[in-house]
């Protein structure tokens, strides 16, 4: 199977695949819904992700007891607490892991057998649900889940001190790498001496949790690890502040108080190359992404003024800061979002109409960059930019108090999921009262079911020759055909004449920026027999996608997952029924890229390309 695309057909196959986002970007989304979860006590929200349900696994750290929306009591001062809710929002189990002290949850993913993988630290030793003990003051303390929530294991990485995880991924080995800060020397499951006070530190385990190998990383002074990701070549981004200057693994002098500190390994380790980016100030890198053109983008807050790195002058206090890096670590952009107050951004995301989100909190009332007025002390803060970090839109969400933000994450429906957790009652943008101290609490944005449009008159060409496709959709909207997820050029008209065979669609935008994309219509041919068609959506897609397929016969199909040089990435054996079959595959291990989908079934191969954008 040839699998060499050049970079100009790379962009156009990327280009057609945007199917309904390219106008979604002109204006904010309306809300849909917002949920709270907690119980009597502290319930603090760190990581959230949609799963190949649709739904979405949210979790963080508990100090409550049986209550409220919590199920099971407190193992000791805080433990892990990972809730599962459906599409709506509405809650389907929660889980609490946790040992006899401290134990903090930053980061959780779904794995690829659809279960979860979660990432923290621990203080507590053997007790509860951890089977191992302390190595130090705390340590990473990784838990593998089934799709139910049901441990599967547990694993402790940790020297004689301070070791705190922030990060982790599946990858695409079935392994996992885990990343966090450690104040340790020479010890108990790291092989390398410290540089400073903490240093970044790196830890690849394989698919059952045993380490294959460690790695630190840092300077003569402090350098604290916040995020990371797998690269497309196989190696990983690592990302934090450093304060220390020229020394150990850190190649640039420090601008300011803070800066950013980004740091490219290889496959086993290996340091590539370290890039520093800052002002006179306090600069803090939060979350980094690579980006589809091979590059990075690194986002934070700063309270530095035009110095060193940084172009364009604050708003106030601290506002948010993002930095647009080439493949090398090469400067491209840099981009200031705040108003008159502080602003402190904690996530962002490559979006798929190549632009970017930028989630976080802020204080600001209106004025600088900042278009809607607090709602209480600390709200929610998006603001969308394009792909040359120019802003289209911004939006606060909050209530009458304190309500702090830690995730954002595009959804398979072109909409955006919020999370962190609020002190709030009813008030502002808050639907439900709080349960306790503060809550779980998430944002769901898109577009409202109300504005889906119909698509009707499939026909069989063998008896017509070509088939009219005819949309119903009121004047005056926007709208495109599709064929097998892909734009159909110039089809614009309502009704579309199609001369092949194969499944259409056709998204209709409408005034508020929204769009909804029909069912299906399938064009059969050869006098009645319907061919075997297949498609993925989203395409684009973070990695949770459905596969339907259109099968003559009944049987066991294979379907497999090639990168664009040909490595296969991923398999599975389905069984389809005659007729419409439908799958879910989650692919959110892999990384950025075009993929092309194969399903086998008997001698028939069917194809087709697909995105992936994180």
């Given at each position: 199977?040839?699998?060499?695309?050049?970079?100009?057909?790379?962009?156009?196959?990327?280009?057609?695949?945007?199917?309904?986002?390219?106008?979604?970007?002109?204006?904010?989304?309306?809300?849909?819904?917002?949920?709270?979860?907690?119980?009597?006590?502290?319930?603090?929200?760190?990581?959230?992700?949609?799963?190949?349900?649709?739904?979405?696994?949210?979790?963080?750290?508990?100090?409550?007891?049986?209550?409220?929306?919590?199920?099971?009591?407190?193992?000791?001062?805080?433990?892990?607490?990972?809730?599962?809710?459906?599409?709506?929002?509405?809650?389907?189990?929660?889980?609490?892991?946790?040992?006899d002290s401290y134990d903090a949850l930053y980061s959780l993913q779904q794995t690829t057998d659809g279960g979860y993988i979660l990432g923290g630290y621990s203080y507590s030793g053997i007790s509860g649900d951890k089977s191992q003990p302390s190595q130090g003051s705390s340590d990473y303390w990784i838990v593998k889940i089934d799709a139910s929530g049901v441990k599967q294991w547990d694993k402790r990485f940790g020297g004689s001190n301070d070791d705190k995880l922030y990060s982790l991924q599946q990858t695409t080995d079935g392994g996992y790498?885990?990343?966090?800060?450690?104040?340790?020397?020479?010890?108990?499951?790291?092989?390398?001496?410290?540089?400073?006070?903490?240093?970044?530190?790196?830890?690849?385990?394989?698919?059952?949790?045993?380490?294959?190998?460690?790695?630190?990383?840092?300077?003569?002074?402090?350098?604290?690890?916040?995020?990371?990701?797998?690269?497309?070549?196989?190696?990983?981004?690592?990302?934090?502040?450093?304060?220390?200057?020229?020394?150990?693994?850190?190649?640039?002098?420090?601008?300011?108080?803070?800066?950013?500190?980004?740091?490219?390994?290889?496959?086993?380790?290996?340091?590539?190359?370290?890039?520093?980016f800052g002002g006179s100030g306090s600069d803090w890198l939060n979350s980094l992404q690579q980006t589809t053109d091979g590059g990075y983008i690194l986002g934070g807050f700063s309270s530095s003024g035009i110095s060193g790195d940084k172009t364009e002058d604050r708003q106030g206090?601290?506002?948010?800061?993002?930095?647009?890096?080439?493949?090398?670590?090469?400067?491209?952009?840099?981009?200031?979002?705040?108003?008159?107050?502080?602003?402190?951004?904690?996530?962002?995301?490559?979006?798929?109409?190549?632009?970017?989100?930028?989630?976080?909190?802020?204080?600001?009332?209106?004025?600088?960059?900042?278009?809607?007025?607090?709602?209480?002390?600390?709200?929610?803060?998006?603001?969308?930019?394009?792909?040359?970090?120019?802003?289209?839109?911004?939006?606060?969400?909050?209530?009458?108090?304190?309500?702090?933000?830690?995730?954002?994450?595009?959804?398979?429906?072109?909409?955006?999921?919020?999370?962190?957790?609020?002190?709030?009652?009813?008030?502002?943008?808050?639907?439900?009262?709080?349960?306790?101290?503060?809550?779980?609490?998430?944002?769901?944005?898109?577009?409202?079911?109300?504005?889906?449009?119909?698509?009707?008159?499939?026909?069989?060409?063998?008896?017509?020759?070509?088939?009219?496709?005819?949309?119903?959709?009121?004047?005056?909207?926007?709208?495109?055909?599709?064929?097998?997820?892909?734009?159909?050029?110039?089809?614009?008209?309502?009704?579309?004449?199609?001369?092949?065979?194969?499944?259409?669609?056709?998204?209709?935008?409408?005034?508020?920026?929204?769009?909804?994309?029909?069912?299906?219509?399938?064009?059969?041919?050869?006098?009645?027999?319907?061919?075997?068609?297949?498609?993925?959506?989203?395409?684009?897609?973070?990695?949770?996608?459905?596969?339907?397929?259109?099968?003559?016969?009944?049987?066991?199909?294979?379907?497999?997952?090639?990168?664009?040089?040909?490595?296969?990435?991923?398999?599975?054996?389905?069984?389809?029924?005659?007729?419409?079959?439908?799958?879910?595959?989650?692919?959110?291990?892999?990384?950025?890229?075009?993929?092309?989908?194969?399903?086998?079934?008997?001698?028939?191969?069917?194809?087709?390309?697909?995105?992936?954008?994180?």
């Amino acid at each position: 199977m040839k699998k060499n695309y050049s970079l100009k057909h790379a962009a156009l196959i990327l280009l057609q695949c945007l199917l309904s986002t390219a106008l979604l970007a002109q204006a904010p989304l309306p809300k849909q819904w917002d949920k709270r979860f907690g119980g009597s006590d502290l319930d603090n929200l760190y990581s959230l992700q949609q799963t190949m349900d649709g739904g979405y696994i949210l979790g963080g750290r508990s100090a409550s007891g049986i209550s409220g929306d919590k199920t099971e009591d407190s193992r000791g001062k805080h433990d892990y607490w990972v809730i599962k809710i459906d599409a709506n929002g509405i809650k389907q189990w929660d889980k609490r892991f946790g040992g006899d002290s401290y134990d903090a949850l930053y980061s959780l993913q779904q794995t690829t057998d659809g279960g979860y993988i979660l990432g923290g630290y621990s203080y507590s030793g053997i007790s509860g649900d951890k089977s191992q003990p302390s190595q130090g003051s705390s340590d990473y303390w990784i838990v593998k889940i089934d799709a139910s929530g049901v441990k599967q294991w547990d694993k402790r990485f940790g020297g004689s001190n301070d070791d705190k995880l922030y990060s982790l991924q599946q990858t695409t080995d079935g392994g996992y790498i885990l990343g966090g800060y450690s104040a340790s020397g020479i010890s108990g499951d790291k092989t390398q001496d410290n540089r400073g006070d903490d240093d970044y530190w790196v830890v690849k385990i394989d698919a059952n949790g045993e380490k294959q190998w460690d790695k630190r990383f840092g300077g003569s002074s402090d350098d604290y690890f916040s995020s990371l990701q797998q690269t497309t070549d196989g190696g990983y981004i690592l990302g934090g502040l450093s304060t220390s200057g020229i020394s150990g693994d850190k190649t640039q002098n420090s601008r300011g108080n803070r800066d950013y500190w980004t740091v490219k390994i290889d496959g086993n380790g290996i340091k590539q190359w370290d890039r520093r980016f800052g002002g006179s100030g306090s600069d803090w890198l939060n979350s980094l992404q690579q980006t589809t053109d091979g590059g990075y983008i690194l986002g934070g807050f700063s309270s530095s003024g035009i110095s060193g790195d940084k172009t364009e002058d604050r708003q106030g206090a601290t506002d948010y800061w993002a930095v647009k890096i080439a493949a090398n670590g090469i400067k491209q952009w840099d981009k200031r979002f705040g108003g008159d107050s502080y602003d402190a951004l904690y996530s962002l995301q490559q979006t798929t109409d190549g632009g970017y989100i930028l989630g976080g909190r802020s204080t600001s009332g209106i004025g600088g960059d900042k278009s809607e007025a607090s709602r209480g002390n600390w709200d929610l803060w998006i603001v969308k930019t394009d792909a040359d970090g120019i802003k289209q839109w911004d939006k606060r969400f909050g209530g009458s108090d304190d309500d702090f933000f830690y995730s954002v994450q595009q959804t398979s429906d072109a909409g955006y999921i919020l999370g962190g957790f609020s002190k709030s009652g009813i008030s502002g943008d808050k639907t439900e009262d709080n349960r306790g101290d503060f809550d779980y609490w998430i944002v769901k944005l898109g577009c409202p079911p109300s504005a889906k449009v119909a698509a009707k008159n499939g026909r069989d060409l063998c008896q017509t020759g070509s088939v009219k496709l005819v949309a119903d959709a009121s004047p005056g909207v926007k709208f495109q055909w599709l064929k097998e997820g892909y734009k159909i050029p110039g089809a614009t008209k309502r009704t579309y004449t199609a001369t092949d065979t194969g499944r259409y669609r056709v998204v209709v935008y409408t005034s508020r920026g929204c769009s909804q994309v029909s069912d299906v219509i399938t064009v059969i041919n050869s006098c009645g027999k319907i061919a075997n068609t297949l498609l993925i959506s989203p395409n684009p897609s973070y990695g949770i996608v459905t596969v339907t397929y259109n099968s003559n016969t009944a049987g066991n199909v294979q379907l497999h997952v090639y990168d664009k040089t040909g490595k296969l990435m991923f398999s599975k054996t389905e069984h389809a029924i005659k007729g419409s079959n439908n799958y879910q595959l989650n692919l959110s291990n892999l990384i950025n890229g075009i993929y092309n989908l194969q399903l086998k079934n008997g001698s028939e191969n069917n194809e087709v390309k697909f995105v992936i954008e994180k």
